[in-house]
């Protein structure tokens, strides 16, 4: 399987823009620039931002998937990825999942959550301090 996506910038880095498109179509030409990436309030995205995105869903869904595989359904799992860039580097991401499962404990949860952390394909493909907590709804 080969995911595709397509970036297209014009002009200089500080006063040019560019626009990012997915294979699904679901970016289509969104808008992107030094402004989106290094300032405040400006509209559009960054890779960092699509980076916490990424991450947050295939973190949540091997939560899901690993949760499947023990029996159980979530009621629901919502997932917060804050990636940290200090300076031209990401130096971490934290995962923080909340998530309501009938008839698992809150332990059960938190040993689920760690596998995911380390086990998500988006967590195996970065070489950055990744953490993550767990907060269960009984």
């Known amino acids: 399987?080969?995911?595709?996506?397509?970036?297209?910038?014009?002009?200089?880095l500080k006063e040019g823009n560019g626009t990012l498109t997915t294979q699904s179509g679901i970016l289509d030409k969104t808008n992107y620039s030094f402004k989106t990436r290094f300032e405040a309030g400006e509209k559009g995205t960054n890779p960092e931002e699509l980076l916490a995105a990424s991450h947050?869903?295939?973190?949540?869904?091997?939560?899901?998937s690993i949760l499947d595989k023990k029996g159980f359904t979530p009621n629901s799992l919502e997932t917060n990825a804050a990636l940290t860039l200090e300076g031209l580097s990401i130096t971490a991401i934290h995962l923080a999942i909340t998530g309501a499962?009938?008839?698992?404990?809150?332990?059960?949860?938190?040993?689920?959550?760690?596998?995911?952390?380390?086990?998500?394909?988006?967590?195996?493909?970065?070489?950055?301090?990744?953490?993550?907590?767990?907060?269960?709804?009984?």
Do not use: P
């Open 56 to 64: 947050a869903g295939c973190f949540t869904m091997s939560v899901a």
């Open 101 to 138: 499962v009938k008839g698992l404990k809150e332990e059960e949860f938190a040993a689920v959550v760690k596998e995911a952390e380390h086990n998500c394909i988006v967590s195996k493909a970065l070489k950055v301090t990744i953490t993550s907590e767990a907060h269960f709804v009984a």
């Open 1 to 12: 399987m080969v995911r595709t996506a397509t970036a297209y910038w014009q002009g200089n």
